[in-house]
């Protein structure tokens, strides 16, 4: 076997924040844009995974860049990070734990978009990739959402909760213990392994995740957009918020 070193790289931007007291504590909205790549004639688009993160962050990320020209800028500052190589192992998430730009004890809270546009469907006998996911319909999930790491920061998931109020997205908390490991799948998870506040948007998983099936028609625009506002509301108010979320009570740094 032959091994190479490729050389990769996260892109980042941020909006820096208008308070002398908070400017630098950091929200991170983030989504991976790797995806699998392809094979011969076989093509992995990623529309889903994670195309819609992607698109999802470029949007929050010209909001707040519309905001400040208006003259709104946050108290907080905010880092918009597009992670590489989430498919390889997290590697770019993990390299930016390595090598942060600044302190993790400043990072207030992590919103990491993988798979926002889609609607969760597991079938009977799906195989392993769904194990231990109860069966369901697509269109039982037509408005809803996953929300994973909720019960490692209940302050963060409140947050998220506000920031829907006004959204109507069918909000669940769960997978943050299930057979297939799921919490550990995304980008946020370097970052609660670090004490850090963080939780994942996910519609869920589908039959053609990870398949050449992944494809933007297939994606549930309406819903996707909804997220996209509430991911940029919960970012907006983390980064205005007097208090800063805490970790449950067994995930607090020594
Ligand atoms: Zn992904």
Redesign the pocket.
């Given at each position: 076997m032959t091994q190479h070193l490729i050389p990769d790289r996260n892109v980042v931007a941020r909006v820096e924040g208008a308070d002398p007291r908070l400017k630098d504590d950091w929200v991170i909205v983030s989504a991976?844009y790797d995806?699998n790549g392809a094979e011969d004639e076989q093509i992995y688009n990623?529309a889903d995974?994670?195309g819609s993160?992607t698109v999802g962050l470029l949007e929050i990320a010209e909001a707040y860049a519309r905001a400040v020209e208006r003259g709104q800028r946050p108290r907080r500052s905010v880092l918009f990070a597009a992670w590489n190589s989430?498919?390889r192992g997290l590697l770019g998430a993990w390299a930016f734990i390595e090598q942060p730009l600044f302190l993790l004890e400043r990072i207030v809270g992590v919103l990491n978009m993988?798979?926002i546009g889609r609607n969760e469907e597991v079938q009977v006998g799906g195989g392993a990739r769904f194990r231990g996911l109860e069966v369901q319909t697509a269109e039982s999930n037509n408005n809803a959402i996953n929300i994973l790491g909720y019960s490692r920061t209940p302050d963060l998931w409140a947050l998220v909760q506000q920031a829907n109020a006004g959204i109507g997205l069918e909000l669940k908390p769960r997978y943050d213990n299930n057979l297939s490991n799921l919490l550990r799948r995304?980008d946020h998870w370097p970052f609660l392994q670090r004490g850090v506040p963080a939780v994942w948007f996910h519609t869920g998983l589908h039959p053609d995740y990870h398949t050449v099936y992944d494809r933007p028609e297939k994606i549930n625009y309406d819903k996707m957009e909804k997220v996209a506002r509430l991911v940029y509301q919960a970012s907006w108010d983390l980064a205005q918020q007097d208090g800063r979320p805490r970790m449950a009570a067994r995930n607090v740094r020594p």
């Amino acid at each position: 076997m032959t091994q190479h070193l490729i050389p990769d790289r996260n892109v980042v931007a941020r909006v820096e924040g208008a308070d002398p007291r908070l400017k630098d504590d950091w929200v991170i909205v983030s989504a991976h844009y790797d995806h699998n790549g392809a094979e011969d004639e076989q093509i992995y688009n990623g529309a889903d995974d994670d195309g819609s993160g992607t698109v999802g962050l470029l949007e929050i990320a010209e909001a707040y860049a519309r905001a400040v020209e208006r003259g709104q800028r946050p108290r907080r500052s905010v880092l918009f990070a597009a992670w590489n190589s989430e498919e390889r192992g997290l590697l770019g998430a993990w390299a930016f734990i390595e090598q942060p730009l600044f302190l993790l004890e400043r990072i207030v809270g992590v919103l990491n978009m993988d798979m926002i546009g889609r609607n969760e469907e597991v079938q009977v006998g799906g195989g392993a990739r769904f194990r231990g996911l109860e069966v369901q319909t697509a269109e039982s999930n037509n408005n809803a959402i996953n929300i994973l790491g909720y019960s490692r920061t209940p302050d963060l998931w409140a947050l998220v909760q506000q920031a829907n109020a006004g959204i109507g997205l069918e909000l669940k908390p769960r997978y943050d213990n299930n057979l297939s490991n799921l919490l550990r799948r995304s980008d946020h998870w370097p970052f609660l392994q670090r004490g850090v506040p963080a939780v994942w948007f996910h519609t869920g998983l589908h039959p053609d995740y990870h398949t050449v099936y992944d494809r933007p028609e297939k994606i549930n625009y309406d819903k996707m957009e909804k997220v996209a506002r509430l991911v940029y509301q919960a970012s907006w108010d983390l980064a205005q918020q007097d208090g800063r979320p805490r970790m449950a009570a067994r995930n607090v740094r020594p």
